[in-house]
């Protein structure tokens, strides 16, 4: 999510012609663009990052479910 914020960023700055990003060349843009989309389209999937973060989050869920009901008692 850093990266697709750092892209909005650029694209901006790069639009408005701020400060010293006015000189920026868009083909760097596209490259982090380019970049973004490999990253989650297939390094994310191929590393399982993906799954990672989908376990975690059903592990937090589970946890909660599970004090929710001992504490009841």
């Known amino acids: 999510m850093p990266m697709i914020l750092l892209i909005l960023a650029l694209c901006g700055l790069r639009y408005f012609e701020v400060w010293k990003f006015a000189l920026l060349s868009w083909w760097w843009i596209i490259g982090l663009m380019v970049f973004a989309f ?36």
């Open 38 to 73: 490999v990253w989650f389209e297939f390094l994310e999937p191929m590393l399982g990052l993906d799954k990672r973060k989908a376990h975690d989050e059903d592990e937090k869920r589970r946890k909660a479910r599970v004090k929710q009901n001992f504490d009841k008692k």
